[in-house]
């Protein structure tokens, strides 16, 4: 459940029958909330009016708990879109770290999908599952985390459309790849700087990937009243490079 109060602040938790949730401005009680309509108005025990709804993705990943830093909604819509993650598609990630590109990802392969996301460090693995199952419910049935590395995956048992990589040096990871995505597949890594995405490019052409590109998203909010239209003092400028690229054919 997302709350909102009156100076545009907002809470992040999870609803359950008897429980309380605590505030600055007092509890209010989790039934209060639980059988209304979204966007009603509740106060809480100190008297301040608060807008209760349920949370959107950007919402969740923003607020919820992380180990690893998260990839922020600007980042993952890029990832998503330019990546091609379509509804039905086999993706596998990995650097799965605190979740929300993992479940960036489930959301848009949808049921008919399948999304193996690796993480290498127990705790990180441990924080996006809490994350994952918070978001949904549960993990999804076409959603698997694995704690290992990507590594581990057969080309045999473990094929994909989609290779999704948010790590260090994914270029290491490129003969993986080419075990593991099928011919014409993409190939998108989330990179924070430009000696990194430069070691990355490299490497995709030396090992056969085409149609490569580099970008990065800037986010600047407005602000608009009845007597002013204007950016927004502030912005969410760089947090990351996004490089794509397709797997050539297969050797004949």
Wanted: charged share 25%.
């Amino acid at each position: 459940m997302l709350l909102i109060d009156g100076r545009g602040r907002r809470y992040l938790f999870r609803l359950r029958p008897g429980e309380t949730w605590h505030s600055h401005a007092g509890a209010i009680p989790h039934d209060l909330i639980l059988g209304s309509s979204e966007g009603t108005r509740v106060h809480s025990t100190g008297g301040m009016a608060f807008s209760a709804y349920r949370p959107r993705l950007a919402d969740f990943v923003l607020k919820m708990p992380r180990g690893a830093q998260v990839v922020y909604p600007k980042d993952l819509a890029a990832i998503v879109v330019e990546a091609d993650v379509f509804p039905g598609a086999r993706v596998v990630e990995a650097g799965t770290g605190s979740g929300s590109l993992t479940i960036a990802l489930a959301r848009a392969t949808g049921t008919q999908g399948r999304v193996v996301s690796y993480e290498l460090r127990p705790e990180f693995h441990e924080r996006a599952v809490q994350n994952v199952e918070a978001f949904f419910g549960e993990v999804p049935v076409w959603l698997e985390l694995r704690c290992g590395d990507v590594r581990e995956a057969s080309g045999t048992e473990d094929s994909f459309d989609r290779m999704i990589l948010d790590l260090p040096e994914p270029w290491t990871l490129l003969e993986t790849a080419g075990r593991i995505l099928e011919p014409g597949g993409i190939l998108c890594a989330y990179l924070p700087t430009t000696p990194q995405v430069q070691t990355l490019v490299l490497a995709l052409h030396a090992h056969g990937f085409e149609l490569t590109e580099t970008f990065e998203t800037l986010r600047r909010s407005w602000h608009v009243t009845e007597r002013s239209v204007r950016p927004d003092h502030r912005m969410v400028g760089h947090t990351g490079f996004i490089t794509v690229a397709r797997r050539g054919p297969a050797e004949p």
